[in-house]
């Protein structure tokens, strides 16, 4: 079963609601959660550990987060646990949570951006598909999220070039594997799409948490 955990922040926190969730986790992931320089960064990573907490227990795991680990890549994880991975952009934080095999997830605000930028990073067939549509931003950002839900549920992250491989309908290859793909609807004004070795139901099941 895969379930994503969503939440949405409209204002910043006031320190003692701040300090109350911050104590939810373990000291080392308080400490870097608050080296981020924005209150924005640090309000969607805390959301993002908090809902993989909640993700974990409603699957029957409890964990402190305590025994986070990381690959190679810097892909975190947990040993003995659902395979997880978390997302943040604009006002929202989510977390997919997965007991049948790895999962990727991204989300991004739709916003301007020098497109010409990353032409590198698509096939020419991706880049026309982009450029030849009417809404040219959100194209972007709909290629863009899918290529890195799959790159972060293959584990190897941006060591993996995004141009590497070709989005195909609802699949794609990296090498000799295929990654399932699926668009996210919960988020307003952004893309979102999560990604797994194992095909995708119609519907993903979700969670809107409130903190």
């Not at 949405?8 to 109350?20: A, G, S, T, V, Y």
């Not at 190679?72 to 977390?95: K, M, Q, V, W």
């Not at 739709?110 to 030849?132: A, G, M, N, Y």
Request: aromatic share 12%.
């Amino acid at each position: 079963m895969i379930k994503v955990y969503y939440a949405c922040f409209e204002q910043r926190f006031n320190d003692e609601k701040l300090h109350q969730m911050l104590r939810q986790l373990p000291t080392e992931i308080q400490n870097k959660i608050l080296k981020f320089r924005n209150w924005q960064d640090i309000q969607r990573s805390l959301l993002g550990k908090l809902l993989l907490k909640k993700g974990l227990q409603d699957s029957g795991y409890e964990s402190t987060l305590s025994n986070l680990q990381y690959n190679t890549y810097g892909r975190p994880f947990l040993e003995g646990y659902p395979d997880f991975n978390i997302t943040h952009s604009g006002n929202y934080a989510a977390c997919a949570v997965s007991t049948q095999g790895t999962v990727g997830i991204d989300l991004e605000l739709i916003r301007p951006v020098d497109l010409h930028h990353f032409e590198s990073q698509f096939s020419k067939i991706e880049w026309q598909h982009i450029t030849d549509s009417e809404d040219t931003i959100s194209k972007f950002f709909q290629y863009w999220t899918i290529k890195e839900a799959v790159i972060k549920a293959d584990g190897r992250g941006m060591s993996l070039p995004l141009n590497s491989f070709i989005i195909r309908e609802a699949q794609v290859n990296v090498l000799d594997k295929a990654w399932h793909y699926k668009a996210l609807s919960y988020f307003p004004g952004h893309q979102a799409h999560i990604a797994s070795e194992q095909p995708l139901p119609a519907d993903i099941a979700a969670n809107f948490e409130l903190f």
